[in-house]
């Protein structure tokens, strides 16, 4: 049983009447090793908030938390036609959007595919891409106007460190991408040699994570905003602090105290030292055989990338020690990443008590044959790797709302288990409650509500470049101190 607290669990359990004993067995002890009940959760909250804490201090923890250089939010005001360009992680986009200065916009788009092999090419190929796609777009849409310089708000959702509002030094990849000579250097300056290479007449404006576009977006639409985060491929978090409470800013800049700053947490991290969260063997080695071991502890337990991986392992797992699958064969389960969220999606979304739909959907994706009880076993199981994804984004919500003392506030949630992973929106809201007590309330009254997002990585690339021309014309800062700036420059190149 997973402890949902006080509340009915929001995903039908179906009866398991006629599952036999060695298959209840493995379930309950599934069950135990993927329920993270409401007291662990509290353990882990305590922790994550020092863990934020942490990275903002001199020394630095695991948790990045890097100030982004965003230091206002829109007044709903803004005017004006920006680009913006989206490389998240599946597909790459480039959108026009006009800020329509009534909080809001218009927008045009483009998706380009992103090739799978194009996440391990090189650095060259990958640029080069980009600057393809963004000419291709111009050409659609500008086809007169060729040469106008435009400005772009380059939305590249990896944890870089920013001197300013416009560069980022990639720390390192996530979400699976592993390219060649970009960790450590300024993507920026990449990407305007590619463009230039290519007589594209684009200047980077301002370079963006999704979640402080996500943040900046859906503020500028409701202004009690005051988070954004993505549960999609990744996961990760963005909120405003201000600079007396960020010590390793000190030096840097010529900022008052109370100058607000976004801080792109890169929570994803969370717990890469492992004292905290409660990870299974699958965990374990998910993280062991990706390209980036030892990293991003907390995104591998929550983000779509690795739903259906943990799903896959378990499967095997089970069939190889004879409890599932019998005198099948279960090669094509065999194939690491071949599983995605949306299989999980489907399984918990089948409407059948004895579960046709899994049953077509085994046989066509994989060629198994399975039985009833199976499929039961394995709707439980997806249940209980949502249910964990979904409790563990709110222990991360929650300790972001500690930390700042935020007792009432919406959160601009986006990405494509947040929006598609079934229940997922109400297990999160559920372990909120349980977080924070509210046993006597109704979910439409909870005081902090994660809710659907405005287009972060779109709209949001697209405000914060317009908020970066208004703070320069008006000579305010965009980064740290010039000579730092140019210091730490020639130290990336
Ligand atoms: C990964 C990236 C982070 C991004 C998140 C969601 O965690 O490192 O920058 O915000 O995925 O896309």
Redesign the pocket.
């Known amino acids: 049983m997973v402890h949902l607290g006080p509340k009915k669990p929001p995903s039908r359990k179906g009866s398991m009447a006629d599952v036999p004993r060695d298959l209840l067995e493995q379930i309950s002890q599934l069950e135990t090793l993927f329920t993270v009940d409401a007291h662990k959760l509290c353990t882990i909250v305590d922790h994550f908030m020092k863990e934020l804490e942490k990275g903002l201090s001199k020394e630095g923890g695991s948790i990045p938390m890097i100030p982004t250089w965003v230091m206002t939010m829109p007044d709903g005001k803004e005017k004006g036609t920006y680009l913006a360009l989206d490389m998240?992680?599946t597909n790459l986009r480039v959108c026009e959007v006009e800020l329509l200065g009534n909080r809001d916009f218009d927008i045009t788009q483009s998706k380009y595919h992103m090739p799978e092999e194009m996440k391990t090419g090189s650095s060259e190929q990958l640029w080069d891409y980009i600057a393809d796609c963004l000419q291709a777009f111009l050409q659609s849409h500008h086809p007169n106007d060729a040469q106008k310089e435009l400005s772009l708000g380059f939305t590249f959702?990896?944890?870089c460190t920013q001197t300013a509002i416009h560069n980022g030094v990639l720390q390192r990849w996530?979400?699976g991408f592993d390219i060649d000579n970009v960790e450590g250097h300024d993507v920026q300056p990449m990407l305007e040699a590619a463009l230039k290479r290519k007589n594209v007449p684009i200047t980077v404006t301002a370079l963006i994570?999704?979640?402080t576009g996500t943040m900046v977006a859906s503020n500028y639409t409701d202004p009690e905003t005051q988070m954004g985060v993505?549960f999609?491929?990744?996961?990760?978090a963005a909120y405003f602090d201000v600079v007396k409470n960020i010590p390793k800013l000190e030096g840097l800049v010529d900022l008052a105290p109370e100058t607000p700053m976004a801080i792109?947490c890169?929570w994803?991290a969370f717990d890469n030292e492992h004292v905290v969260l409660p990870r299974t063997k699958y965990d374990i080695q998910i993280d062991e055989e990706s390209p980036r071991p030892n990293q991003?502890a907390f995104?591998k337990m929550i983000?779509g990338l690795y739903l259906g991986e943990i799903h896959r392992l378990v499967m095997l797992d089970l069939h190889e020690q004879g409890f599932i699958f019998e005198k099948q064969n279960a090669e094509k389960l065999k194939k690491p990443y071949s599983i995605d969220a949306s299989l999980l999606s489907q399984i918990e979304e089948d409407p059948f008590e004895n579960l046709t739909e899994v049953e077509d959907l085994f046989l066509s994706r994989f060629g198994i044959q399975t039985t009833e009880p199976e499929r039961k076993l394995l709707r439980r199981l997806a249940e209980l790797i949502g249910t964990r994804s979904a409790r563990l984004s709110a222990a991360g919500v929650a300790a972001i709302c500690k930390k700042m003392g935020i007792e009432k506030c919406h959160v601009g949630a986006d990405?494509s288990v947040f929006n598609k992973y079934p229940h997922f929106q109400e297990r999160g809201a559920e372990a909120l409650a349980e977080i924070f007590g509210w046993h006597d309330m109704p979910p439409t009254h909870y005081p902090i509500k994660v809710q659907p997002a405005e287009d972060g990585s779109g709209v949001g690339a697209a405000l914060i470049a317009a908020l970066t021309l208004k703070r320069m014309k008006e000579g305010l800062p965009v980064g740290m101190k010039p000579e730092i700036i140019e210091h730490l420059a020639q130290e990336h190149k």
């Open positions: 998240g992680g959702s990896y944890p996530t979400k994570n999704d979640t993505i999609g491929t990744g996961c990760n792109n890169e994803g991003q995104e983000a990405g």
